[in-house]
């Protein structure tokens, strides 16, 4: 016997015991209504919770401390089915700060921004990051680094690469195989990754796949995928085993149009997850909360809505110890008065306060620095903007707003001098993407409509997922200023108007994320959004919009350091037609 199952055996029999009332507890939350997420009634009870589990619901029991909370709800801690912690653009810690004050107390995570910037040295940040932190952080190992090979990612992981990760109780499978195409046709690499991790969960990722092709993609064990945007799409992978997660992000929002599809038979089988979410929407809308209000709001019934966030995600993911109010569960739980507005007034994750009021109670200071290289390897002396006229068409990207989908538009481009230039009058912006990962000098060069400057750029190191610098301008004088302040930061996102920098936001942790408090990160980025504003752009965040044109795993057209990209063809094209 280890020491580990002595102490173990030893706390089970002490929960037995204050089950039983036979010793005092350590904490009892009285006069609640417990939301039981198994059988779906709300009655009154105590929750008696010995260190950080739930071992009793009754009346009746001793405590050393106790909570009455007066009448008010509880229900299990909110559970994020899937999410991409960088795009918060806060370390593990202070992304935990920000859910935490809205109920969630268990996050699973996909790394792969991260790892596509620096390996597996970056999915073990993310990990070491979260490491005894107040939030629960699950890390799926990272399948596609590099997404595909029509664009330049700083690593690549290939099946052995992330065998380490299986030692890891905190690995509960690999994450959204975005390679659809390699899924289909059997690439072998694609086959060792999922034959690797084929007894544990295999997430998905596979945008408008339906027929003998979806057929193809579940029949190699592939349980999940968050992105649908129709009913009809959801229906069609439901019926064939699959659990859909409805995505409710920044820039992408699906909640609205996929609640129709859920019914008392299939709630089961759906979760939430906010994939990508940044400070602002963060603090003040929330996470799962916002979507358990909005599914409530739009006709969805409380209980299924609250177990949509909580028990679906811990089945799924199989985290047994989580996702209900029950014995032998973990004590994290959510505490509110509106059952039909569900709001944080008290959280509690592993019998401890966290939050209170919609504020997080979580300290972080004092923690160890986790060192990281540097990311930003630009060959300059390369970089330049001009794209020399050599037709009369050409291929442009078409932005559809709150959707991470483009549209595949030919036009006729504007020509100054012999060279296409940007035509603000028709929207019609230049877009380039710099490799910074290997100092290559490869640059992507394309137009894209749909952005709204007037005048100045717009960059940023922030682009899924290879993550390379990203600019989009009016004119070429402007996407210098803002490609070199990237640089300078070490990464980040800018805006600028002509030598001018109006506003900028530091992201020196591999270009994605920053070391500061969540509020200074949005602060800086509300200041973006402004001066984006002011530059002519009537998108709610051009910065989160301008991430997901470079993601070459996303039909129709896409621009990568290598070029433009048809994604329904799978191959790189020409600009010109």
């Not at 009870?45 to 589990?53: A, E, G, H, L, P």
């Not at 019934?301 to 811990?314: E, S, V």
Request: glycine share 10%; charged share 25%.
């Amino acid at each position: 016997m280890t020491k580990y199952s002595s102490e173990k055996a030893r706390e089970l029999a002490e929960s037995a015991r204050v089950a039983l009332g036979q010793e005092p507890a350590d904490l009892v939350l009285r006069n609640v209504r417990l939301v039981n997420v198994f059988t779906g009634e709300i009655y009154p009870t105590d929750i008696v919770i010995q260190r950080s589990r739930v071992v009793a619901l009754g009346t009746g029991y001793e405590a050393r401390r106790e909570f009455d909370l007066g009448g008010r709800y509880a229900c299990p801690g909110f559970i994020d089915a899937h999410v991409h912690i960088e795009s918060s653009m806060c370390i593990p810690p202070e992304f935990a700060r920000a859910v935490l004050a809205h109920g969630v107390t268990s996050v699973v995570a996909d790394p792969h921004e991260i790892a596509n910037v620096l390996g597996l040295e970056g999915i073990r940040f993310m990990l070491e990051a979260a490491k005894y932190g107040a939030l629960s952080v699950y890390v799926m190992a990272s399948s596609c680094v590099p997404a595909t090979d029509m664009g330049t990612a700083g690593a690549y992981l290939d099946a052995h690469d992330l065998e380490p990760l299986l030692g890891s109780p905190w690995v509960p499978g690999l994450a959204e195989m975005m390679n659809y195409p390699g899924v289909i046709h059997g690439d072998p690499e694609v086959m060792e990754k999922l034959a690797l991790f084929y007894n544990r969960v295999l997430d998905g990722h596979a945008p408008g796949l339906s027929g003998r092709e979806l057929n193809a993609y579940a029949s190699t064990g592939i349980l999940s995928d968050h992105e649908c945007t129709t009913v009809e799409e959801a229906r069609e992978k439901l019926r064939l085993g699959m659990t859909v997660f409805i995505r409710e992000g920044s820039a992408v929002r699906n909640l609205r149009d996929l609640l129709p599809v859920v019914t008392p038979q299939n709630a089961r089988r759906i979760c939430f997850c906010t994939d990508d979410r940044h400070p602002a929407e963060l603090i003040d809308e929330g996470s799962i909360d916002y979507m358990i209000r909005e599914a409530i709001r739009f006709g969805l019934d409380p209980i299924t809505a609250i177990r949509m966030g909580t028990l679906n995600a811990a089945e799924y993911f199989r985290l047994y110890d989580r996702g209900a109010i029950a014995p032998g569960r973990r004590a994290d739980i959510v505490i509110f008065s509106d059952l039909n507005d569900i709001r944080a007034e008290l959280v509690f994750r592993g019998g401890k306060l966290v939050a209170r009021d919609g504020k997080s109670l979580v300290n972080i200071e004092n923690r160890r620095p986790i060192r990281l290289r540097s990311s930003m390897n630009v060959r300059w002396e390369k970089v330049e903007f001009t794209v020399p006229a050599k037709g009369s068409r050409i291929r442009v990207i078409g932005l559809v707003p709150d959707q991470v989908i483009t549209e595949h538009l030919i036009v006729e481009p504007k020509v100054e001098n012999g060279y296409a230039v940007a035509d603000v009058e028709r929207d019609l912006l230049k877009m380039a993407v710099i490799e910074r990962h290997r100092a290559s000098g490869n640059i992507g060069k394309g137009f894209i409509k749909g952005i709204g400057l007037k005048r100045g750029a717009i960059a940023g190191t922030v682009a899924h997922d290879h993550h390379n610098l990203v600019v989009i301008g009016v004119d070429d004088e402007s996407m210098m200023t803002a490609a070199r302040a990237v640089g300078q930061m070490g990464g980040g996102l800018v805006a600028v108007d002509g030598r001018r920098v109006l506003a900028r936001l530091p992201l020196p942790i591999a270009g994605l994320m920053s070391d500061r408090p969540i509020e200074d990160v949005r602060r800086d980025h509300d200041r973006l959004l402004a001066a984006a504003a002011d530059l002519g752009s009537g998108l709610g965040d051009p910065f989160m919009e301008m991430s997901f044109m470079a993601l070459e795993v996303i039909p129709h057209l896409k621009l990568t350091d290598r070029g433009l990209v048809d994604v329904d063809r799978f191959e790189i094209v020409d600009l010109w037609v």
